[in-house]
């Protein structure tokens, strides 16, 4: 018998029992739909998060600091819980205890082969920021960013800054609705006044407030960071000099905590960050944050698939149920067909051609169903929360997905096939012409 | 052609066993008619069917053409029914869910021949038994006799050289029954294929060149008619 006898004989069969195939069709259908919308939901939102951090962590970039610990308090720590870690006595008892790299360690870092430069990594806080001669006051997070880093930003206005800019800045795509500006060409050559307190203040002790003024020459793209305004490294120096009060930081004498290493090619980074690792120091690249995510991800999507593939369990029975009772009804037909020819493989290979075709029409049907879903998600989506991110799909079918699925739910199908396949491959030709 | 050699067939009932073949020897020679008489639970069907390759002895050696049966694997056994015999039932054991032209190319789809083709040797095989006109009729519409004949034409589809018949026209009137012999007869007249017959009807037995009569599992006389 050719395959094509083979499928030509299951559907045949599935089409004579309309009503039992297709709510054993059914059972699949939903557990492949189940399966394959909450994958790539799953898919949709981890890329959405990916594009994000790409966009703020190049894959190119490399950080620094005196030890790995320093990237674990914003990465695993939090978003992993558990108990309380014992601590050695020498590590001390605060880990937001920011040693300082020291400048021999960034000359150690420089000589690494690939690595071509390396920028202090600037954590910034401002008050505010208001147009200049306006009233209105906003909040804003602050980046201060070596070119290279900026150039990644897409803008729709405007360009970047430079490594010289000096009281330049591009602000967030929001900016523009909170300023009032029609177009974002409309806010290029405007001036924005960054209000910043200082640290002390915090602890009541008597401080300063200073008004920091930057010409916008750029404008951004949509992205999650709704408030981020980005300023040159030198700027970036100059504000966090005032706010913490001391003149000399990030210079030799009191060098930053955080350097940013820039890897001549994304694929050195892992290698540079393990040479970094070698000298004794921590080092964390974009990677490793997006395994962290990954990883966290994959769980959420192994417990939501754990859900369809239970369905697709139950379907599965449905597939053993509706091929033992064929093969009580077709008793004879199989017996007739053993005495003109059909060994017992052709007929393993007949019921389980039939099984498998239940799980590929469930498969294709529930896949259907699910990419119309995720559709309307996106759709609905796209008018309500997601209105300011057309090109960010919550629902995402890649290829592999939509074959992946179908594949599974054939596979399972096929394997429940197996054992009626094995039963109805034994019977006995005499006894199963005989039966009535 | 066909040898059997000191053939049994025991059927475990409880502490029972019955023989439903006893030590049976027998040959049957290419191009023969031999007809099988007996009464009922003599074991005409049981030795049809391990002559047919259906059912195996419980001990003995039967060989068809050199090839021993009793040794054969399932792969063998199968092409052996599927090629070299074609057997027809008294109650036909058709797929009343298929057309007779599906019907009768059956053993063609397990013998890997492709659709196209199948449908031509089966319209063929079906024209030499009297059905042109009755390729699409599924087997509720066709008479007792067509139906038979559908079953000769399954049976002949794989032009095997040997047909075995349980009672063939056991369940049609005396005239269609006349028709249907007369096809089989001719088949072995005209085209030398081997004919094994069992039947309840001691005339038409006699059409065929030798008798064998069975009797309690055991063959209990045979008449030559050459
Ligand atoms: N599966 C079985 N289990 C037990 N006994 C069986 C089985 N099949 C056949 N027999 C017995 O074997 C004997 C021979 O049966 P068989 O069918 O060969 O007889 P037959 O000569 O063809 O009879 P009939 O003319 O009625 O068709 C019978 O006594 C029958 O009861
Ligand atoms: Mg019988």
Redesign the pocket.
């Known amino acids: 018998m050719s395959l094509l006898d083979f499928l030509r004989s299951a559907f045949f069969n599935l089409g004579r029992r309309k009503l039992r195939s297709s709510l054993t069709i059914l059972a699949v259908v939903i557990g492949a739909s189940l399966v394959s919308l909450l994958l790539s939901l799953g898919i949709g939102v981890e890329g959405f998060l990916t594009a994000q951090i790409r966009a703020m962590m190049p894959p190119n970039v490399v950080m620094v600091a005196y030890s790995e610990q320093v990237f674990e308090i914003g990465f695993t720590g939090p978003m992993f819980g558990g108990k309380p870690e014992e601590i050695s006595e020498d590590e001390g008892g605060s880990r937001f205890d920011l040693k300082p790299l020291t400048a021999q360690n960034r000359e150690d870092i420089e000589a690494l082969e690939h690595v071509e430069r390396t920028d202090p990594y600037i954590l910034l806080t401002a008050d505010s920021v208001r147009l200049q001669g306006a009233e209105a006051k906003f909040r804003t997070a602050l980046s201060s960013l070596p070119a290279y880093q900026a150039e990644m930003r897409q803008l729709v206005a405007g360009r970047h800054i430079t490594d010289q800019s000096l009281g330049e800045c591009i602000i967030a795509n929001g900016y523009l609705e909170s300023f009032g500006f029609q177009q974002p060409q409309d806010a290029l050559g405007q001036k924005l006044v960054i209000q910043v307190k200082q640290a002390k203040g915090i602890f009541g002790l008597p401080s300063e407030i200073k008004d920091f003024n930057f010409e916008i020459v750029g404008v951004a793209e949509k992205t999650v960071n709704s408030t981020e305004i980005m300023i040159s490294i030198e700027d970036g120096k100059e504000i966090a000099r005032f706010w913490a009060d001391s003149p000399n930081m990030y210079s030799d004498e009191l060098p930053p905590s955080i350097l940013q290493a820039k890897v001549d090619g994304s694929q050195y980074a892992a290698q540079v960050a393990q040479e970094i690792e070698d000298l004794g120091l921590g080092a964390m690249t974009s990677d490793d944050v997006l395994g962290v995510i990954g990883t966290i991800f994959g769980i959420i999507q192994a417990v939501l698939s754990a859900f369809g593939l239970i369905a697709l369990g139950v379907a599965s029975l449905g597939v053993i149920n509706t091929l033992i009772m064929a093969i009580y009804e077709r008793t004879r037909e199989i017996g007739v067909m053993k005495a003109v020819g059909a060994s017992k493989s052709t007929i393993r290979l007949l019921f389980t051609v039939e099984g498998a075709s239940i799980g590929f029409l469930g498969g294709i049907i529930g896949v259907a169903i699910a990419y119309a879903l995720g559709s309307a998600i996106n759709w609905v989506s796209h008018i309500t929360f997601l209105k300011d991110f057309e090109t960010f799909k919550i629902s995402v079918f890649p290829w592999w997905l939509i074959v992946g699925v179908i594949a599974l739910s054939t596979i399972i199908a096929l394997l429940a096939a197996l054992y009626p396949a094995h039963r109805a491959s034994n019977l006995d030709p005499?006894?199963a012409l005989r039966y009535e | 052609m066909i040898e059997l050699h000191n053939v049994w067939?025991l059927?475990r009932?409880g502490r029972e066993t019955?023989n439903?073949?006893a030590s049976i020897n027998l040959e049957i020679s290419e191009g023969e008619f031999v007809s099988i008489v007996?009464?009922?639970?003599?074991?005409?069907?049981?030795?049809?069917?391990i002559i047919g390759g259906l059912d195996s002895p419980t001990t003995g050696r039967i060989e068809v053409d050199g090839q021993d049966l009793s040794k054969a694997s399932d792969k063998e056994l199968s092409s052996y029914r599927n090629k070299k015999v074609g057997v027809v039932f008294?109650t036909f054991n058709l797929q009343s869910t298929h057309s007779a032209l599906e019907n009768v190319s059956l053993p063609l789809v397990f013998a890997r021949v492709p659709l196209r083709k199948r449908n031509q040797i089966a319209e063929e095989v079906m024209k030499t038994v009297g059905l042109s006109g009755r390729l699409k009729h599924t087997p509720s519409q066709l008479s007792g006799g067509e139906r038979q004949r559908v079953a000769i034409a399954r049976a002949l589809v794989n032009n095997p050289k040997i047909l075995l018949a349980?009672?063939p026209t056991g369940n049609l009137d005396s005239k269609t029954s006349e028709q249907i012999m007369g096809l089989l007869t001719s088949l072995n007249k005209e085209r030398g294929i081997t004919l094994v017959l069992?039947t309840?009807d001691l005339k038409t037995a006699e059409h065929a060149d030798r008798m064998i009569q069975?009797f309690d599992?055991q063959i209990a006389g045979a008449a030559d008619r050459k």
Do not use: C, F, W
């Open positions: 005499i006894e | 067939r059927y009932m019955i439903a073949l007996g009464p009922s639970g003599s074991g005409k069907s049981t030795l049809l069917n008294q349980d009672e069992v309840h069975m599992g």
